[in-house]
């Protein structure tokens, strides 16, 4: 099994700047991926940023410029580095995690947070 933990999200103005972490732990044989969603109220959940094993990134077009993926292999966690943050980032934000577990029969499975609650003022 694999649990993923959420660092708390918060209240920012617009322009400020928030960082959120994800730890993964549990039996772990390796990650192929973490990455960050975000679910606005009424919209679907959207890709916001990922990172893979071989250290390939991508961002969605609206974050661009203004967020950061980044990943602590030995601890097994992912941040998002969210500067320049605006009012439409306002968005419950979900670690997401492709990972192999341990033991005789190894696989690759999807891991998600419990989600976090971003909210930027204007």
């Known amino acids: 099994q694999v649990q993923l933990v959420e660092s708390e999200g918060g209240l920012v103005q617009a322009g400020g700047s928030l960082r959120l972490s994800c730890a993964a732990s549990g039996n772990i044989f390796s990650i192929n991926a973490m990455a960050w969603y975000r679910q606005a109220p009424g919209k679907q959940r959207e890709l916001v940023a990922i990172?893979?094993?071989?250290?390939?990134?991508n961002y969605a077009d609206s974050v661009k410029g203004r967020f950061t993926i980044s990943r602590d292999n030995a601890k097994n966690t992912v941040y998002l580095q969210m500067n320049s943050l605006k009012p439409e980032d306002t968005a419950v934000y979900y670690c997401n995690v492709a990972a192999v577990s341990s033991g005789s029969i190894r696989t690759t499975r999807i891991y998600w947070g419990q989600g976090t609650q971003v909210t930027v003022s204007s």
């Open positions: 990172v893979t094993s071989s250290g390939y990134t």
